[in-house]
Nanobody, 126 residues
């Protein structure tokens, strides 16, 4: 499964961006999907994850109540709506996925991600 993330850009603090992650194959519909971010010198952080069905979602504490992950199976796309952006949200954002059976939960800390897309830069100015 080849993933492609796009939608990054430069935005002022308090602004919004929506990232999109698309996949090359219908296998994507059998995958849980997550968004990660990474800045130089810091560990990669999983900020949001959505289950294969789309009904289970998990967020890191750093983005909870500001970011929303969702998926559209018809479009083979997973979105990350980012509101209330802060300068500390500046990072390269990646999407990742792994095939899974239907499960009622998903975790930003417990999954093993198999497929990765290239990153998209998000820069938040103060």
């Amino acid at each position: 499964v080849q993933l492609q993330a796009f939608g990054g850009g430069l935005v002022q603090a308090g602004g919004s961006l929506r990232l999109s992650c698309t996949a090359s194959r219908r296998t994507f519909s059998r995958c849980a999907v997550a968004w990660f971010r990474q800045t130089a010198g810091k560990e990669r952080e999983c900020v949001a994850a959505v289950s294969r069905s789309g009904r289970a979602i998990d967020y890191s504490d750093s983005v909870k109540d500001r970011f929303t992950i969702s998926r559209d199976h018809d479009k083979n796309t997973v979105y990350l709506q980012m509101n209330g952006l802060k300068p500390e949200d500046t990072a390269v954002y990646y999407c990742a996925a792994h095939e899974t059976i239907l499960l009622p939960t998903v975790s930003v800390t417990q999954e093993r991600w198999t497929y990765w897309g290239q990153g998209t830069q998000v820069t938040v100015s103060s």
